[in-house]
């Protein structure tokens, strides 16, 4: 059977924590599922930041995206060992 990828969008929120679990829970299920999971941000609230804090607006973007990176990173190592499942994580 062909291995099918379920994609699983977080906004670190904890309804969004509850949906990582239940698609864990689906990807084990399947047997052979890999789950993908990728941060997603609000425009409206990213659009205020770089308003706020326009002279470091870059660094601001960037020091979000390493946070980012390393919460889905620790999201799927956590997951991964639970539910025995292959995860990755992207950060866009």
Known sequence: MKPTTILAATDFS?????????AAMIAARIGNGRLELINVVNDRFLTALRRLLAHEA?????????EAAGALRRAAEDLSARYSIEVCSTVR
């Open 14 to 22: 904890e309804i969004a924590g509850h949906a990582l679990e239940r």
């Open 58 to 66: 870059g660094n601001v973007e960037i020091l979000l995206n390493d």
